[in-house]
């Protein structure tokens, strides 16, 4: 062979062994990176042209999938989708996945191991490869409920069996409708998508679980009163209660609401306290009681855990090393005190729970697609933040608070309600958020509740808790009651 061909010779076999490497680079390195890139029609192709699992509300589908007659074969179909649009999230061919949607993605889809015989079995008969099925904890009647009583409100409510830890109703305001992002056109979802994250309401934001998180303010006096029975205070404890608390170190001072006295002398019971929400009991009994106690408290009603339900949830969060006037105000939920509204719900639920904390969730089973169930939430004790006599306790306050103090809004006919009030500032020249968080029947509870309407709602600064978000979480509780007692 001449030199010109040998020549050639080798440089159609760098030729080729170039191609063979670049093609095994493509095929096996750079696989799974293709394959997740969103701009590649066939990934696009293949996510949605297999049978996606329903997401399932008291028997009924609340997300399914139907076929279509598009290169894509199945539509995802939300029912009432800004109803449960923060618990299912969407399932998109822009913005991907959010919510339940991601969260139970490899079930929903039918990858998860769990499935594995199934799709073993799927692989022998030659069907379609088909996804689980997701049942929630949610009763459909306490979500409408929350959702309707909670209106044009921007806030959030949560409902939960504090038995159990099961979630009943969790609804965030201003909301949206994942099926607007379902659409089978890339550029129309994420134009979509876009105006979502550009609206200033910020209605993708699950502010029940999630967000920036809220100052709780009165209602943080249930964790300062817990601390106080712990440390061997009686509701007939008698507190100081001035009309005007000066606090160390600063010229500042604590003014109860309107500046009103808590009552007839300088002293209150801490039943009382609680009843009328004085804030300069309060704060002086939350400088008593010293941070360590109070912080510890809150830390066994899960201030500052990290909670899957499996949607993420923001912890909670508290000041950190403050000083006494830091500590008096963190007494009456301010300062740096954070919470989120499923938070508050775990710390009703826990009271009335006889002092133990459940761990909540709200995916209560999974099936395979011949029904067979494949996981199984069972409930499980998170914590025991209080004994049953300190729990009994702060309950009878509770129920004070309700008969004839600041929430008497939240009251019903024939059910005894326990609950707690709570109005937090949030700046100057800015309406308070109001909340209020109970449970009921009061002697043997079912249902426990949390409700924030932020910025005072249609009241603005004549807002408080009392008078916005007590009769919110009053149709709550009655909701509640009313679908278990159908179930029972």
């Known amino acids: 062979m001449n030199e010109p061909i040998r020549r050639l010779s080798v440089v159609v076999l760098m030729l080729f062994l170039t191609l063979m490497a670049s093609a095994s680079w493509v095929q096996f390195v750079q696989a799974d990176q293709l394959g997740q890139d969103q701009r590649n029609v066939r990934t696009l192709y293949r996510q949605f042209g297999s049978f996606r699992g329903p997401i399932v509300v008291d028997g009924d589908a609340i997300v ?50 769990a499935l594995f015989w199934t799709r073993l079995g799927e692989l022998f008969a030659g069907t379609e490869q088909e996804g689980a099925t997701v049942e929630l904890t949610l009763s459909a009647a306490v979500q409408q409920v929350a959702y309707d009583a909670l209106g044009d409100h921007t806030g959030a409510v949560v409902a939960l069996d504090p038995r159990t830890g099961a979630i009943l109703a969790m609804v965030s305001k201003p909301t949206y409708d994942p099926a607007a992002l379902a ?33 709780p303010g009165s209602s943080f006096k249930l964790i300062v009163a817990a601390a106080a029975l712990k440390a061997g205070y009686s509701p007939d404890t008698l507190l100081e209660a001035p009309q ?41 009994l939350a400088m008593d009681l010293g941070w360590p106690a109070i912080a ?109 103090g600041s929430g008497t809004a939240a009251a019903i006919d024939g059910v005894s309600v326990a609950g707690k009030t709570g109005t937090a500032e949030t700046g100057f020249n ?28 249609d009241l603005g600064n004549e807002a408080t808790g009392g008078r916005v978000a007590a009769p919110i979480a009053r149709q709550v509780i009655e909701a509640a009651i009313a679908a278990q007692r159908g179930r029972g």
């Open 244 to 284: 005007e608390l000066d606090l160390p170190l600063t010229t500042a001072t604590i003014k109860n609401y309107g500046g009103a006295r808590c009552g007839p002398t300088d002293q209150i019971t801490l039943l009382d306290a609680l009843r009328v929400s004085c804030n300069t009991a309060f704060a002086q």
């Open 64 to 113: 399914r999938s139907v076929p279509v007659d598009d290169p894509f074969n199945y539509q995802r179909v939300y029912a009432n989708g800004p109803l449960y649009a923060h618990v299912t999230g969407y399932y998109s061919i822009g913005p991907g996945r959010s919510a339940l949607e991601q969260a139970k993605n490899e079930l929903l889809n039918g990858t998860a191991d």
């Open 296 to 404: 510890e408290t809150a830390a066994e009603f899960g201030w500052g855990s990290s909670l899957s339900i499996p949607l993420g949830v923001t912890p909670s969060r508290l000041p950190q090393d403050p000083n006494e006037p830091q500590i008096a105000q963190s007494g009456i939920g301010q300062f740096d005190v954070r919470t989120t509204p499923l938070q508050m719900a775990m710390v009703a639920g826990a009271i009335g729970n006889g002092g133990v904390l459940m761990e909540p969730y709200l995916v209560s089973t999974v099936r395979d697609p011949d029904l067979r169930v494949v996981e199984r939430t069972n409930p499980s004790k998170m914590s025991e933040p209080l004994t049953r006599d300190e729990a009994a306790a702060l309950t009878v306050m509770m129920q004070a608070v309700v008969s004839n």
């Open 183 to 215: 659409v089978h056109s890339t550029s129309e979802a994420n134009r979509i998508y876009q105006s979502l994250l550009a609206d200033e309401t910020e209605p993708l934001i699950n502010r029940a679980i999630g967000g920036d998180t809220y100052a």
């Open 430 to 457: 800015t309406a308070p958020h109001t909340w209020f968080i109970g449970f009921a029947p009061a002697e043997n509870p079912t249902v426990a509740v949390a409700v924030i309407v932020e910025n005072g709602g």
